[in-house]
């Protein structure tokens, strides 16, 4: 693997969660013409050009009572009040700033046309801004991922051979455009079927285990809190962890209230876990976060109320489960206090979440599930009365009425 000289960002998906705005919309102008946006309509679609895009679902699902041209414009109408609402990823801040300050240079190459990026980003000025000139649109390469032409001019007028770029990309399509321009490229899956991903495209590197990630052209990782620089010649490495963990940028504030879950944390596994309701998980978290995470948390209300003015140490779990191979993400706080075996469903839950200390791993029997989470809690005990962690304790977002 050749040093790397230039890092290249797609946009959608990856810096920014446009995905579930993109498919919410979507889908409603797909059904006033009577169509359902199915999964396979959806992987053959993101990350390409917007007229593209809807060519591939028109193509996918055999439509003919309207052309792409009038999907496009229909959603478009839709879309644009919206892209500013399109919440910036876990671990971006953490990476452009990282880059930046050790002058790798960094280059946007996305599918976007160049006025909808500007509407996306306008309330986040500060990303364009690490980029300099070096961005380009889908409106401004003949032909759009997944052909490699965007990734390709960025490369020739930043002065850098694609075998010296790694591009950061999270759709099937783009990291197609990435690996047929000669780069290397690290894929943060937006689509939860990893098997619509280009077929050398599945090796984990994963904090620096698993392997082959040094040869294989293209790497997963679940989240780009997982990036580890020192896997790529040239680039510097994080000094920011605390005792393993990455400090959250910013932190996330999180209210919500305690549902039943699949009654399996007790039973099962001897850790009760507080499950937030759904929509409090996908308002505060964008739809493809997940990971293993530590905090604050406070409880109040119903079977709570002689805890209103008490914050706890958590250490919380966010998505699929893979051991149990759930269909919907949970978001599930263990509260790291003895509770006497009561129940407090129907609470109002306050969660500071500070530090990400690991993705969710998938493990043959529970028992080293058990054993991994008992050590997530030991670690999270140990860094929350850390300055950096422990200043969030008193913070009036968990105490205030
Ligand atoms: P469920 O699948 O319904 O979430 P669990 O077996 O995970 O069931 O138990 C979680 C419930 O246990 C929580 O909703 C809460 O009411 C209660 N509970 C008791 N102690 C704790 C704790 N230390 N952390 C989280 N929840 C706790
Ligand atoms: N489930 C997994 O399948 N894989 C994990 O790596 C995993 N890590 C967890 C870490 C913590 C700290 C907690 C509290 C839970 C974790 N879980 C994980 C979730 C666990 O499967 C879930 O809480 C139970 O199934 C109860 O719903
Ligand atoms: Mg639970």
Redesign the pocket.
Known sequence: MKEVKLLIWDLDGLILETETLVIKYATSVLQSHGYDLTSDAIACSIGKRPLDAWQAVVDMLNITSVTAEQLLAESEALLTPHWHEATVLPGVYRLLIHFKTHNIPQALATSTPRATLLAKLSNKPDILHMFGDLTVCGDEVERGKPHPDCYLHIAKRAGVHPSHCLVLEDSPSGCQAAIDAGMQCIIVPSMTDKACYPKHSTTAIINGEGGGGRDAAAAMIPSLLDFNPLHFPGLPPFKDTICSTIPLQPEWRIKGT?V????????QLG?????LDAASLSRALAEAVTGIYCGWCNIRGP?AEEYSDEVFKMVMSVGFNPVFKQKQRSM????????G?????G?EIRLIVVGYLRPELDFEGVEKLIKQIHNDADVAREVLEREEYGRFRNDGFLLED
């Open positions: 305690v039943k879950g699949f009654g399996r944390g007790s039973k850790i009760p876990t507080a499950n079977g599930e706080p263990w509260i790291l206090h003895d509770f075996g009561s129940d407090f469903y609470a």
